[in-house]
């Protein structure tokens, strides 16, 4: 199994009120594949995977053109909408110029959450081009935080298809944006508050190819510590067949003092989970 990588870092709000983040991560090639065209990034301020796409090296290089040229706006201190946004700018011109670049449809999803404490209040925001996924998991009810632009979901955001019949859907690999494409669209942002004992999952959609939402809300009660759940995850995604890359990364936040009520925040919930209706997998 793949090594899991994990951190814990501190962030000063006010004299009596600390963020204290905990996370894990990591990325297998799975069962079915030759090589793994996925990339993550997990250094604070920004956490982020990338599931790239294209024949040849292309997905590997897609994805990982892009985590390079985010590694680059995290180690220059300046991560922030209008930095990213310029970053996959120059992504798209690295992927398009790269020697080895040779399939049109080059290219990579890009999803996940920075900690913005350019306000006097800090928060997330979550940031998603394509169909990987971030979730969090807040009062012990998981929420899809993103929404997957794909084929798919414009369907039954129509009303066309239900949730159900998205799985086996011929189209369900096909996405709607990508970066890598001729003209890169930004990425859809989501301001989310602080909160104590939030949890977020940021995953490529070889994870939720093989576990269900309620399957994902299932390891993340059994395992507080990020690092057990993400090798928890990992196992049972190979286990359930490891048909793509899998790759996840898991925060975890403390609050020291100071922090918003779950009551008052206001988070959008786009999928909430329903526990009564089904049983973890």
Same mark, same amino acid.
């Given at each position: 199994m793949s090594e899991t990588t994990t951190q814990t870092y501190r962030v000063g709000v006010t004299d009596d009120d600390d963020v204290i983040l905990h996370w894990a991560a990591i990325t297998d090639t799975g069962h079915r594949r030759d090589n793994n065209q996925d990339a993550y990034l997990a250094?604070?301020?920004?956490? !982020? !995977?990338a599931d790239g796409?294209?024949?040849?090296?292309?997905?590997?290089?897609?994805?990982?053109?892009?985590?390079a040229r985010l590694q680059e706006i995290v180690d220059g201190g300046t991560v922030a909408t209008a930095t990213i946004e310029k970053a996959l700018e120059l992504a798209v011109a690295d992927i398009?110029?790269?020697?080895?670049?040779?399939?049109?449809?080059?290219?990579?999803?890009?999803?996940?959450?920075?900690?913005?404490?350019?306000?006097?209040?800090?928060?997330? !925001?979550?940031?998603?081009?394509g169909d990987s996924?971030? /979730?969090?998991?807040?009062?012990?009810?998981?929420?899809?935080?993103?929404?997957?632009?794909?084929?798919?979901?414009?369907?039954?955001?129509?009303?066309r298809l239900s949730p159900e019949e998205a799985d086996g859907h011929p189209y369900?690999?096909?996405?709607?944006?990508?970066?890598?494409?001729?003209?890169l669209t930004p990425p859809d /942002?989501?301001?989310?508050?602080?909160?104590?004992?939030d949890r977020f999952v940021i995953c490529s959609d070889g994870l939720t190819k093989e576990l269900t939402d /309620?399957?994902?809300?299932?390891?993340?009660?059994?395992?507080?510590?990020?690092?057990?759940a993400v090798d928890a995850m990992l196992a049972a995604a190979l286990e359930n067949g490891g048909r793509d890359n899998v790759t996840l990364i898991i925060v975890k936040v403390e609050r020291t003092g100071g922090a918003v009520s779950a009551?008052?925040?206001?988070?959008a919930k786009i999928s909430t989970i329903d526990e009564s209706s089904s049983t973890p997998e």
């Open positions: 250094e604070f301020p920004l956490f !982020v !995977v796409m294209g024949g040849h090296a292309g997905g590997e290089i897609a994805s990982q053109s892009t985590i398009a110029s790269h020697p080895d670049t040779t399939d049109e449809g080059t290219g990579t999803t890009l999803t996940g959450v920075f900690f913005d404490a350019a306000m006097d209040e800090p928060r997330w !925001v979550s940031l998603n081009i996924r971030v /979730y969090l998991l807040r009062d012990e009810r998981l929420v899809q935080v993103t929404t997957d632009h794909s084929v798919v979901q414009e369907l039954i955001s129509s009303g369900s690999n096909v996405i709607t944006r990508a970066v890598g494409a001729s003209e /942002y989501l301001g989310i508050e602080v909160l104590d004992g /309620y399957g994902i809300q299932h390891f993340l009660r059994e395992e507080s510590d990020p690092a057990k009551d008052d925040a206001e988070t």
